[in-house]
């Protein structure tokens, strides 16, 4: 844990210090965060950095030894009240502490500090300041190594595409019948003879089942691949290594030339939003102006809603990528939450929007990644027409 680091940012962030705390292992981001053993704590523990001086372990007496692994003083107490004594002598009233929690629950993913913590708390007269942009820092931000991963998966998604548009084609040539089902056993197969890892297999859906953003075809019900369907793929992987970064994407085609002019008009739309958003991300940074997730997603809506389509969207415009496909960092969402957390130079995220009629389902999808030094790259193919295969 680099202490120095931290307190930088306590500093840079105005914040007096950070608070991690657990009981039972409950608190998923202070047992990942300060790497607790399997051995569950049965009392609270603390741990406490302050934005100036030596960080603080805070255990019961009874199980003195679960912080040991960390820098810092050790304060044993014995019983609720010498607990509060203790902590009232760090935490001073007005202070404005980081925890792992969000105003009103807006941004889920880091509400892990229970409630009747923070109202503890906050009797002590604690300011709690959700620390949602710190963990970006040490969850989100990724290495040179790690943005190599990403784009080794990419080159592996895309060979994966290839040789399955190629079935596709093969197939309807020879005369076959084919469907969706088929089509999921032959990808399955494929992405079997690949060094990649998938937390879960490719969504895709032929024409109405396309309208289903999270469709998973079954082999009872899967409809027919033909001359002028189309598709889209939703396809997600990264290298099988311990810190190696997905690669996220999801493309739109159509079986032969004959395209739907109504598929063509929903596509164009959702093309010009995702340039939209991109356009704005790199304006905010190329003027240094603040930059929030939940800012790009009402972009998006807004341009939809204009285009009298706001009844047609289903998600929200992105999510960060890291190790998991959705990763710790800032989602570009203020649709299905209210994600005010910044778009931090070093991370990475998906801008996908979609739209989803009775009969047409577009989502266009590619993986930005803002550099260290504010610019952006996407690695890999950017998809600007539907797909003909």
């Given amino acids: 844990m680099n202490i120095d680091k931290i307190q930088d940012l306590l500093n840079l962030y105005k914040l007096d210090g950070w608070l991690f705390s657990d009981f039972h292992g409950h608190d998923f981001i202070s047992r990942d965060f300060l790497q607790l053993t399997e051995r569950t704590c049965s009392r609270r523990l603390f741990y406490y950095i302050p934005a100036q001086g030596t960080p603080v372990r805070i255990l019961s007496a009874i199980e003195p030894l679960l912080l040991d692994h960390l820098t810092g003083c050790k304060v044993l107490y014995h019983g609720r009240d010498e607990m509060t004594r203790v902590l009232s002598g760090f935490l001073t009233p007005g202070s404005r502490i980081a925890c792992q929690y969000s105003p009103e629950g807006n941004v889920p993913v880091v509400s892990s500090m229970d409630a009747g913590l923070i109202e503890y708390l906050r009797s002590l007269g604690v300011i709690p300041v959700s620390s949602a942009d710190l963990l970006q820092h040490f969850g989100a931000v990724l ?27 093969a197939s309807l040539n020879e005369g076959k019948a084919i469907d969706e089902w088929m089509l999921l056993q032959q990808m399955k197969q494929i992405i079997s003879r690949e060094p990649i890892y998938m937390d879960s297999p490719p969504f895709f859906g032929i024409d109405e089942h396309g309208c289903d953003p999270g469709y998973e075809p079954q082999e009872n019900g899967s409809l027919p691949i033909r001359e002028g369907s189309r598709l889209i793929i939703d396809i997600a992987g990264r290298l099988p290594t311990e810190t190696s970064i997905y690669y996220d994407i999801s493309w739109c085609m159509n079986i032969g030339p004959e395209i739907d002019p109504e598929y063509q008009r929903i596509f164009d739309l959702v093309h010009h939003a995702r340039a939209k958003a991109l356009s704005y991300i790199k304006d905010c940074l190329d003027r240094e102006l603040p930059l929030r997730g939940c800012d790009v997603d009402a972009l998006t809506r807004s341009f939809f809603r204009d285009a009298g389509m706001e009844s047609c969207i289903m998600h929200r415009t992105g999510h960060n990528i890291g190790h998991s496909c959705h990763g710790i960092g800032a989602n570009l969402d203020d649709y299905e939450s209210h994600d005010d957390r910044s778009l931090l130079p070093g991370t990475m995220f998906s801008i996908e929007p979609g739209l989803y ?31 003909i295969i």
Wanted: hydrophobic share 35%; aromatic share 8%.
């Fill in 143 to 169: 290495t040179d190594e790690q943005i190599q991963s990403h784009e080794q998966a990419g080159v592996i998604i895309h060979r994966i595409l290839e040789q399955t548009f190629a079935w596709i084609r």
């Fill in 357 to 387: 009629t009775k009969g047409y389902g577009v989502r266009l999808e590619y993986d930005v990644h803002i550099t260290p030094d504010r610019q952006i790259r996407i690695y890999g193919p950017i998809q600007d027409e539907i797909l």
